[in-house]
C-alpha cells in the first residue's frame, strides 16, 4: 500500500469519534479492558469490539492478555506520539486515570508469588531505565550483565532461577495500575529478597504489603533509585 493511501487509512481510523476516545483513553500508558473501553466511548459492547479490531487491524493497538482477562494499549510510542501532536492541535486536554483499587492494595502487595502495585510498577520501569532488564524478543525479559552484577551482592542470584521450569522474567500487567510488573522466577525472587531485608513487610489480613520507612529508605539505596521515584513511592 502507498503511503499516502496507508496514512488516510490510518487517519480514517482515529477520526471515528468512539474510536478517538478510546485511543486518547489509553494515552496514559494504562491498559484497559474492551468493557472499559465501550463506557468510555459511549457505545455498546459488540460496537466497541468491532472498533477495537479495526484499531489492531492498522497497527494503533495492541491485546494483550493477562489470565482470563483481556487488556488493549497503545502499540508503541510512534503511536502516543502522532496522538499527543493531534491532541494539541485540538487544544484539549485530555483525562487522567483513576485507578479505583483499594489505597492500601494499589500501593503494595502480592501477585501470586511476585510483587504488584504502585511500588512494583516503580521497581519494574526502574530496572527497564537501568537496562538491568532487557526484552528478549518474545515478550519476555533478560537479565542484563549489569543488573545480574547489581543485584547479586544484595543475595538474588539468577543462576538457579534460570534452570526452573517456569519464566525467568516477564512483565505482568498490574490489575490497578494497568501498566506492569516483574513477574517470573525473577519478580518471585525480587519479593523474596524485598522480605528478607525488610524493603516491604507482608501484612496479617490478605496481599496487602507495607513499605515501612526505613526499608523504603534501604530499597533506595541498594537499588539506586532516584529521588523523583523516591517521591512517588512514599505517596503511592
Known amino acids: 500500500m502507498d503511503a499516502d493511501?496507508?496514512?488516510?487509512?490510518?487517519?480514517?481510523?482515529?477520526?471515528?469519534?468512539a474510536r478517538a476516545r478510546m485511543l486518547c483513553c489509553l494515552l496514559d500508558g494504562h491498559a484497559r479492558t474492551s468493557t472499559e473501553l465501550a463506557v468510555v466511548a459511549e457505545v455498546s459492547p459488540s460496537t466497541a469490539s468491532a472498533h477495537l479490531a479495526r484499531l489492531k487491524e492498522d497497527g494503533l493497538l495492541v491485546q494483550l492478555a493477562q489470565g482470563k482477562h483481556r487488556y488493549h494499549r497503545?502499540?508503541?510510542?510512534?503511536?502516543?506520539?502522532?496522538?499527543?501532536?493531534?491532541?494539541?492541535?485540538?487544544?484539549?486536554?485530555?483525562?487522567?486515570?483513576?485507578?479505583?483499587?483499594?489505597?492500601r492494595l494499589r500501593h503494595a502487595r502480592t501477585c501470586?508469588?511476585?510483587?504488584?502495585?504502585?511500588?512494583?510498577?516503580?521497581?519494574?520501569?526502574?530496572?527497564?531505565?537501568q537496562g538491568w532488564l532487557v526484552d528478549d524478543g518474545a515478550g519476555a525479559y533478560a537479565l542484563s550483565a549489569q543488573g545480574e552484577a547489581r543485584?547479586?551482592?544484595?543475595?538474588?542470584?539468577?543462576?538457579?532461577?534460570?534452570k526452573l521450569?517456569?519464566?525467568?522474567?516477564?512483565?505482568?500487567?498490574?490489575?490497578?495500575?494497568?501498566?506492569?510488573?516483574l513477574g517470573g522466577a525473577l519478580g518471585a525472587a525480587l519479593l523474596h529478597l524485598a522480605?528478607?531485608?525488610?524493603?516491604v513487610e507482608r501484612e496479617l489480613d490478605g496481599r496487602a504489603l507495607a513499605v515501612p520507612e526505613r526499608g523504603r529508605r534501604r530499597m533506595l539505596a541498594a537499588l539506586d533509585m532516584v529521588p523523583g521515584l523516591d517521591e512517588r513511592i512514599r505517596a503511592a
Open 112 to 129: 501470586y508469588d511476585h510483587m504488584a502495585g504502585a511500588v512494583a510498577v516503580e521497581l519494574h520501569d526502574h530496572f527497564i531505565a
Open 195 to 199: 522480605l528478607r531485608h525488610g524493603w
Open 74 to 103: 497503545l502499540a508503541g510510542t510512534d503511536v502516543a506520539a502522532a496522538l499527543e501532536a493531534l491532541l494539541v492541535v485540538a487544544g484539549l486536554p485530555r483525562p487522567a486515570f483513576r485507578p479505583g483499587t483499594p489505597t
Open 5 to 17: 493511501n496507508h496514512l488516510a487509512r490510518i487517519a480514517g481510523a482515529i477520526a471515528e469519534p
Open 165 to 181: 521450569r517456569r519464566r525467568f522474567a516477564c512483565p505482568c500487567l498490574d490489575w490497578s495500575e494497568r501498566r506492569p510488573h
Open 151 to 162: 543485584l547479586q551482592p544484595l543475595g538474588l542470584d539468577p543462576a538457579p532461577l534460570r
